[in-house]
């Protein structure tokens, strides 16, 4: 049985009581469907309580940590080299409709490189989990990315721009490229948890333009510990302020920079 370090634990324990609530609200979501405007001002609410849960247990924890959080932003802390980056509820619009796909990621930063990271799906009772040289795991299982070394046989996950948000233009460019190539393409609506899936081989790769630093840093370091590749989708160096992140096997990575950069496969 993988052993978790005191770190991986306390996060582990502020996502795991976050959940709790979290379970609960969605339940009462699937109640409030009917009502002309939805559940929309009852998520927002639910999506608060899961922050602050999760600030308290890791401030209980790690008093000196800074914290950079979804909905509430920086909070500093007394150690300048430490901070955790979370997202409380990541796959919102999902939630709010009632589809249960939907996950809490926290992540430690120290001296601005991602040492650990969990992101929790608790309607699945997933937790993808990982740290620094010790690998990547869902719940005790380790994990590894897919083998897979053709395009034609990949599935590739990426986030579609809305209302707004976004370079279409080009994401229509980039999906268009995909769909000639690859096996097919999902968009789920969690970030965190399609990174946590091409860690654990599910998917082959992942790609978006436009993440926030709490969409990305938990699922990087998954991505990483199960020996697959992260940049930016051009091929460039990925880091916690990049515009846009690829992240596949390290058979598949090239040939993704190759296909999403306009170069054909
Ligand atoms: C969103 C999800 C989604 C991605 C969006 C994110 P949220 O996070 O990760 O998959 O496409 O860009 O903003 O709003 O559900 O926390
Ligand atoms: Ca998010």
């Not at 600030?55 to 080299?81: C, I």
């Not at 990315?145 to 980039?174: C, M, N, W, Y």
């Amino acid at each position: 049985m993988a052993t978790r370090s005191a770190i991986i634990n306390v996060m582990t324990k502020a996502a795991t009581k976050a959940a709790r609530g979290l379970k609960r609200d969605f339940g009462e979501v699937e109640q409030l469907q009917v009502t002309p405007k939805g559940p929309s001002d009852f998520v927002s609410a639910a999506d608060h309580r899961a922050e602050a849960v999760i600030k308290e247990t890791l401030r209980h924890a790690r008093p000196d940590f800074g914290l950079l959080m979804e909905k509430s932003g920086e909070h500093p802390g007394k150690d300048p080299r430490s901070r955790f980056i979370v997202d409380p509820l990541d796959g919102t619009t999902n939630f709010l409709h009632g589809l249960p796909h939907f996950a809490i990621s926290i992540a430690c930063e120290r001296d601005g490189e991602i040492v650990a990271g969990i992101v929790f799906d608790p309607i699945k009772n997933e937790l993808f989990w990982a740290e620094k040289g010790m690998g990547a795991y869902l719940n005790d299982r380790r994990l590894r990315v897919s083998g897979r070394r053709r395009l034609a046989e990949a599935l590739l996950a990426t986030g579609i721009p809305f209302q707004g948000h976004g370079d279409r233009e080009r994401f229509l460019k980039e999906i268009d490229a995909a769909m000639q190539a690859t096996a097919g393409v999902r968009r789920y609506g969690s970030a965190a948890l399609d990174l946590a899936y091409v860690a654990a081989g599910r998917y082959d790769a992942f790609w978006e333009r436009h993440l926030s630093p709490w969409d990305m840093a938990a699922g990087v370091i998954l991505v990483r510990e199960a020996g697959g590749l992260v940049s930016e989708i051009e091929g460039g160096d990925w880091g916690i302020d990049s515009a846009s992140l690829l992240v596949a096997n390290d058979k598949l990575h090239r040939a993704c920079v190759t296909l999403l950069s306009g170069g054909g496969p």
